[in-house]
């Protein structure tokens, strides 16, 4: 009787030859606004959103690392292995546009105009010249100007703030502010409140304040304001 022979195994399984390529990146073309640190999804598409509160717009970069584990003979050992590939896409701009408004206000009426030792054009840092804005800065450094020589302000803070937009480059930031200060021709001290109006617009990557009025259709919610008949000029300063 013949001998009988025994199958031989069948060769172990092997991954691939080649590693994975990332092909792109694919990222905005103009900037995106965040909302928080946070990435979505899985496998071939993810969300990524950046933590909110940004005061400036920052150039970000994304790195994506794609992992691929496969099995492969090693000593004649079915071991498992892994390619491991990085890309990073190209730059682009990210903002908290809300929250960036809100701080070149608060920057504006509180750190700048709200101190009366800070030069006037030192003030009008964050105001642009581009197009029409031109006109609301040269307004501004008139107002700033008229003020000084005829108030000192105490302190300065802002109770409440709000802001809107007109499209994806324009908007406005209220803020009910309230001063205290003295009046240099009598010596008066008194409290003003009032509901200051900061529009802006997007350019150069970043958010410039353009005017600012007060807003004296509205009364605010400020109490013991006792110098709220005064005037600080046609424009609220």
């Not at 908290?96 to 504006?108: G, H, I, P, T, V």
Request: proline residues 5%; aromatic residues 8%; hydrophobic residues 40%.
């Amino acid at each position: 009787m013949g001998a009988c022979s025994t199958p031989s195994a069948p060769p172990p399984v092997v991954g691939p030859a080649t590693a994975p390529v990332i092909r792109a990146i694919t990222v905005p073309t103009s900037r995106v606004e965040a909302s928080a640190g946070t990435i979505t999804g899985t496998g071939a598409t993810a969300i990524w959103r950046m933590p909110a509160g940004i005061t400036a717009g920052v150039n970000v970069s994304i790195t994506l690392t794609v992992v691929d584990t496969y099995d492969a003979v090693v000593n004649n050992q079915v071991v498992k292995q892994q390619f491991v590939v990085a890309a990073t896409s190209a730059s682009f701009r990210v903002h908290d546009s809300a929250a960036e408004m809100k701080e070149l206000a608060r920057k504006f009426l509180i750190d700048l105009f709200g101190n009366s030792s800070v030069p006037v054009e030192a003030c009008l840092v964050d105001f642009t010249e581009l197009g029409r804005c031109a006109e609301g800065k040269r307004l501004e450094r008139v107002d700033i100007t008229r003020h000084r020589e005829e108030y000192v302000i105490i302190s300065a803070r802002i109770e409440r703030q709000s802001t809107r937009f007109f499209g994806p480059d324009e908007g406005e930031v209220r803020s009910i502010s309230r001063f205290t200060d003295r009046y240099i021709p009598t010596g008066f001290v008194g409290d003003f409140c009032g509901d200051f109006v900061l529009t802006t617009v997007y350019a150069q990557g970043r958010w410039w304040l353009c005017e600012s009025t007060l807003d004296r259709s509205y009364t605010p919610t400020c109490a013991n304001s006792s110098g709220m008949s005064r005037i600080w000029g046609s424009r609220g300063y």
